[in-house]
């Protein structure tokens, strides 16, 4: 039982490692990545992305402005957002571990509430 107290820290270490590569992993090797910093958000975007990358700061700035009086608490370091192109639908997740982050799957929105594949 004390060898395995002793080995917590590490294999602790491990696991976030692991899942920090993994996260890291996901997205298409051939994606050029830019990053447009703003006070508060360090915003990655990938080729063709500079547009919404813009719109995205102006909004995560003013929603900052906001809430920081209200829940009378703001993070240390800047808070990142990934803006990925590269999926079917929208979707996205946050995590605190390694640092803020905040991943967003872009995909413009359909004209209609039918999806393609319910057709």
Known sequence: MKNL?????FLALTLIL???AAAHAK???SFVWS???TPHFLIHYHQGGEEIA???AVIAEDVHSRLIPRIKWEPQEKTRIVLV???DEAN???SPIPYN???LFLTNPRRSGVRPHCL
């Open 5 to 9: 107290r002793s080995a917590m820290p």
């Open 101 to 103: 982050q905040i991943v």
């Open 35 to 37: 990053t447009l910093e």
């Open 92 to 94: 996205g997740y946050t």
């Open 54 to 56: 813009k719109r995205a």
């Open 18 to 20: 692991l899942l920090a």
């Open 27 to 29: 997205f298409d090797p």
């Open 85 to 87: 192109d590269a999926m």
